[in-house]
């Protein structure tokens, strides 16, 4: 596969897992600084997190990396990261911290680190999006 059709493929996938964590933040309501229903922003921090290492393993395979047999860890994107793009590996570290440990597993539901966590979500995205 070209990089354009791996750009392609892997970007518009990361796109619409961002569209569908949106579409389901919305169900969560919002409440002065917070959001109301913990399930859904639960359920939509793990589907932006989904959109990240699909990003990431979109890079990868731009980068020349080849895909390890078994499950990815937070370990495996963080070592290829390190060695590449060490702006992109703060995103990373970031977008884990919040999306995936403090919004999926805690149910942090404060709507500015949740908002942050989605940015850094669409800044790693954004390093595969086709031209």
């Known amino acids: 596969?070209?990089?354009k059709q791996i750009k392609q493929k892997y970007y518009s996938e990361a796109i619409r897992y961002m569209d569908n964590a949106k579409?389901?933040?919305?169900h969560a309501g919002k409440e002065d600084l917070f959001y109301k229903?913990?399930?859904y922003v639960k359920t939509a921090c793990g589907t932006a997190?989904?959109?990240v290492l699909k990003a990431l393993d979109g890079?990868?395979?731009l980068?020349?990396?080849a895909k390890g047999k078994g499950r990815k860890n937070i370990q495996y994107y963080e070592e290829n990261l390190s060695a590449l793009d060490r702006k992109l590996l703060n995103y990373l570290n970031n977008a884990y911290e919040i999306l995936h440990l403090s919004g999926y597993y805690d149910g942090m539901t404060d709507v500015k680190t949740i908002t942050r966590g989605f940015e850094l979500a669409y800044g790693i995205i954004d390093k595969i999006k086709p031209n």
């Not at 579409?23 to 919305?26: I, V």
Request: net charge neutral; proline share 0%.
């Open 1 to 3: 596969m070209e990089n």
């Open 23 to 26: 579409a389901t933040l919305k």
């Open 37 to 39: 229903d913990e399930k």
């Open 49 to 51: 997190y989904n959109a």
């Open 59 to 61: 890079y990868f395979m």
């Open 63 to 65: 980068k020349g990396i």
